[in-house]
């Protein structure tokens, strides 16, 4: 059974840094996708990046590329998501997902469009930038 938890979240002030942590209990450290998601309101929930456990190869949307940097520590299984100079657009809910998945020898391993079919959510943390 897949628990994730979120943090890190908070107020920040616009052009500041923040760093969300994503703390997974059961996620497997080979052929596991995690993932961050958010979700401002009155919006639908994009992805910003994917991670594949099995290699560590990254996926980014590419309307996040640049100011935004997925990473994990494997051996505590926590996620990692760098905001660098946030703006008030990156005010929204941000959430963590992870699944087990096949594995993957190339390409892009974890799209965001396997995280509606299976997987885990974590509860969110707040981002609200001003």
């Known amino acids: 059974h897949v628990q994730l938890v979120e943090s890190g979240g908070g107020s920040v002030e616009a052009g500041g840094s923040l760093r969300l942590s994503c703390a997974g209990v059961?996620?497997?450290?080979?052929?596991?996708?995690m993932a961050w998601f958010r979700q401002a309101p009155g919006k639908e929930r994009e992805g910003i990046a994917s991670?594949?456990?099995?290699?560590?190869?990254?996926y980014y949307a590419d309307s996040m590329k640049g100011r935004f940097t997925i990473s994990r520590d494997s051996a505590k299984n926590i996620l990692w998501l760098d905001i660098d100079r946030v703006e008030p657009e990156d005010t929204a809910m941000y959430y963590c997902?992870?699944?087990?998945?096949?594995?993957?020898?190339?390409?892009?391993?974890?799209?965001?469009?396997?995280?509606?079919?299976?997987?885990?959510w974590g509860q969110g943390t707040q981002v609200t930038v001003s």
């Open positions: 997902w992870a699944a087990a998945v096949g594995q993957c020898l190339g390409g892009v391993c974890c799209p965001f469009e396997l995280a509606p079919l299976s997987g885990s």
């Open positions: 059961g996620v497997r450290n080979r052929n596991s996708c």
């Open positions: 991670i594949y456990t099995g290699t560590g190869s990254t």
